[in-house]
């Protein structure tokens, strides 16, 4: 578990938001290695203390992080190939004549790239390349054994059926029968091998990343969705501990009412937890999922705080969120129960969306940070909770999130009555929009402040991570070398300096 010190939480600190795949590099997608110690350097340049980041599991169709086939598994497409090469999995010749973009990632060339470098590896591997790593890989799956037999099984039978959902495999796969599993492993065991070893190098090489941000005070904010989903591991290896029927296809599903956003809500999919279910197990599945998380981050942001309170139930066979109740959960249980496994709350509780006084107390009950975003405060109305001057010190503030537009790309479709509004809050500005409400976020009395980088460099609506809702080229940004320069570390070190963080 991350054993950060407790000074690092209770100071003044500030960070940047940024999801290891938009970091720079010639193998088509950010990954693990020498760019992102550089990125840790630059961090510590700019006398940041914090680096967020987005979802690590292997993401699935879309190649969104918040819809990954495992809750513990890292992705492997994030896996360093100079590093390979570095360990003696790779030959330098295995990575000559590679040509990819290098201002986004285009993920159907990327994949198989990474795949094809990863069975070479292994491959190697099998052959007696890198006898060094052998006790440290036997070691890795019997700690892993909890979630690492399930997840490689699980990749290895989806790729046997040619990426389909589990709930379309044969039904002896689908409900799990012994007998069929047990010849599936002996069929298949060079697929077992290859996921088990993919993940033993990925988790090797974050856990040295990690280890070298920390030892610069570089801390890291990962980032929990409250929901997994529907075609992952987790499901088809727990079914109990989600409302599913005898098909194991579920009954009802995830999503938000309507709103002034969507006139029909809008209807997620994931499945929702049986908590009768994990209550009765003392939550122990979430618990083992926090576990894992906080090896790999120092602090989780749990995503949808609001449905550990409550959440909005959609029958199955609706297409939209405009039918369904809300169902409460023992949010105050489970967060003890949490408390008392950890010793504590290392936890951002991201309370955005539709907030009842019900939501709030929970989060205050156990003293959680809440989330406050700048982009949501200019409408208006001075009593907004999203306005600085209505903060209470144990708060995260942004100026956008990966969910948001750019704040160049914000500002440019705001309304006048908004427009007029923000010059009055902030009548003095610099000229540069993205830096006034950095420096609107650090000035604030949130104990945290964050932006993402996209912020810091004035990018605007093209380099925006994720339009929710739109269907194909999100999570797809990345920066090169050369845009994140000195005056930009410079300036960010001098805001951090001004407003003690």
């Known amino acids: 578990m991350s054993a950060i010190d407790p000074k690092v939480l209770a100071k003044r600190s500030s960070g940047l938001l940024l999801h290891p795949t938009s970091l720079p590099g010639p193998y088509g997608i950010g990954d693990l290695g020498p760019s992102a110690y550089a990125w840790v350097d630059a961090l510590v340049a700019a006398r940041q203390t914090w680096w967020q980041i987005l979802p690590l599991g292997p993401t699935g169709y879309g190649d969104s992080p918040y819809q990954c086939f495992s809750a513990f598994a890292g992705n492997s497409n994030l896996i360093s190939p100079e590093f390979l090469v570095r360990d003696g999995l790779l030959k330098q010749s295995d990575l000559d004549g590679v040509h990819f973009p290098d201002t986004h990632v285009d993920f159907g060339s990327v994949i198989p790239f990474k795949k094809a470098l990863l069975v070479k590896a292994w491959d190697n591997y099998m052959?007696?390349?890198?006898?060094?790593?052998?006790?440290?890989?036997?070691?890795?799956?019997?700690?892993?054994?909890?979630?690492?037999?399930?997840?490689?099984?699980?990749?290895?039978?989806?790729?046997?059926?040619?990426?389909?959902?589990?709930?379309?495999?044969?039904?002896?796969?689908m409900l799990r029968q012994p007998t069929a599993l047990r010849e599936a492993r002996k069929h298949l065991s060079r697929e077992?091998?290859?996921?088990?070893?993919?993940?033993?190098?990925?988790?090797?090489q974050w856990k040295e990343l990690k280890?070298?941000?920390?030892?610069?005070?570089?801390?890291?904010?990962?980032?929990?969705?409250?929901f997994v989903a529907a075609d992952s591991a987790d499901v088809w290896a727990n079914p109990e501990l989600y409302l599913l029927d005898a098909d194991r296809q579920p009954t009802v599903v995830a999503g938000v009412p309507p709103d002034y956003f969507s006139a029909t809500g809008q209807r997620w999919g994931n499945p929702l937890y049986n908590w009768e279910a994990l209550k009765k197990s003392r939550y122990a599945w979430w618990i083992s999922r926090l576990r894992s998380a906080l090896t790999e981050v120092d602090v989780v942001r749990l995503d949808h705080f609001r449905g550990f309170e409550a959440y909005w139930e959609i029958p199955?066979?609706?297409?939209?969120?405009?039918?369904?109740?809300?169902?409460?959960?023992?949010?105050?249980?489970?967060?003890?129960?949490?408390?008392?496994a950890f010793g504590g709350l290392p936890v951002i509780a991201e309370d955005l969306g539709l907030i009842t006084p019900e939501v709030d107390a929970l989060r205050m009950q156990f003293q959680l940070p809440g989330m406050r975003i700048l982009h949501f405060a200019f409408h208006g109305?001075?009593?907004?909770?999203?306005?600085?001057?209505?903060?209470?010190?144990?708060?995260?503030?942004?100026?956008?999130?990966?969910?948001?537009?750019?704040?160049?790309?914000?500002?440019?479709?705001?309304?006048?009555?908004?427009?007029?509004?923000?010059?009055?809050?902030?009548?003095?500005?610099c000229g540069d929009i993205a830096w006034d409400l950095i420096r609107l976020a650090w000035s604030s009395v949130a104990d945290r402040a964050l932006a993402p980088l996209q912020d810091v460099m004035s990018l605007g609506s093209a380099a925006r991570m994720n339009l929710p809702g739109r269907e194909a080229g999100n999570w797809s940004w990345r920066y090169t070398q050369n845009m994140l320069t000195q005056p930009l570390l410079d300036g960010l070190a001098e805001l951090t300096e001004v407003y003690s963080r």
């Open 127 to 173: 052959s007696g390349a890198a006898p060094s790593l052998r006790h440290p890989y036997e070691a890795f799956i019997l700690q892993e054994a909890r979630w690492l037999n399930d997840f490689s099984l699980f990749l290895a039978l989806k790729e046997a059926r040619g990426g389909a959902n589990w709930q379309e495999w044969p039904r002896e796969w």
């Open 192 to 204: 077992l091998g290859l996921h088990q070893f993919a993940q033993f190098l990925f988790f090797r």
């Open 211 to 226: 280890h070298y941000a920390n030892s610069r005070g570089v801390y890291l904010i990962g980032d929990v969705p409250i």
């Open 316 to 340: 199955a066979e609706k297409p939209t969120a405009e039918v369904g109740r809300w169902v409460t959960v023992p949010g105050a249980d489970f967060l003890t129960a949490v408390r008392e």
């Open 381 to 429: 109305d001075p009593t907004d909770r999203f306005l600085p001057h209505n903060y209470d010190h144990n708060t995260v503030v942004y100026s956008g999130t990966h969910d948001n537009d750019t704040t160049i790309g914000w500002f440019a479709t705001l309304q006048d009555h908004e427009r007029r509004f923000l010059h009055r809050y902030m009548p003095h500005g």
